[in-house]
């Protein structure tokens, strides 16, 4: 139902490092008012499994103090659950296992993981292996956490680059049924894989577009601006205003996508900047207000 209350319904927040330790993530997130955070469990770089935390009690001590949440985890970009390599699937399935694991320990509630690319042997194979891949990833996480609570992965949907999954609503939604998981939204991917947000008439039609195809299945958003062009199938985040989206887009997008959390992966700048750019989406979602129980 589109959102026309006065006060914001999506709980804002972004991404933060985790090199100075947890307690420096949560301290981040009180300075700059994140209402949601996502961070890393692992090296996304590298196929290492994630190391136990000695903070980890901390950091879910001082989350539920803060009232943050959800709590988002992006799985490491090697993983690709499409791909034709068996040996690759395997790792992959494996790897995002891990983190599902490791996030739990963390009472991360979410983890994003990369739709993939099919590397040329078919979309229809991809998905195939895609959604093979979600459910033996969480049958083995449930299987390592031996009873202990696992995190639930979100599929994120892509630029349409190469022989990548997903970038169009109705893949995306094909998956999310096949495999019963819900997705994480980026609007960076989704404008350059030709999604119109360039105003505010395009983008409301986009946002009712999204509501009806994912219905009920979209977990969080990544809400990034564009450094590239419409259509163009290239990623590259830029700061909300700097980018290929006007402002005003945005007001018009979440207005017809309420009660959904939205997480900013865009260039981090200076304290003030960073503090400043959430500020600046919550006014422009509906308030600096959250209205009480929002999700
Ligand atoms: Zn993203
Ligand atoms: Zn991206």
Redesign the pocket.
Known sequence: MPNNENHRTNRIGRHLPTSGGLKNTLQKAAEQECETIQIFVSNPQQWADPNPRPDAEAFINGKDELGVYPLVAHAKYLINLASKDEGQRGKSTNALARELVAAGELGVDLV?VHSGSHGGEGEEKGMEHLVEGLDRARELAAKFAGGSRTAEPLV?NSCGAGTQLCSDLDTLASVLRRADVRC?F?TC?AFVAGHDLSSPEAAKETGAEIREKLDGGIGLF?L?DARNSFGSRRDGHARIGEGEVPEESWTAFFGELPNIPVAM?TPYATPEVDADQIRKVKELVGGLRLRAGGL
Request: aromatic letters at 0%; charged letters at 40%.
């Open positions: 994003v994120e994480c980026d991917h990544h990034n992966e």
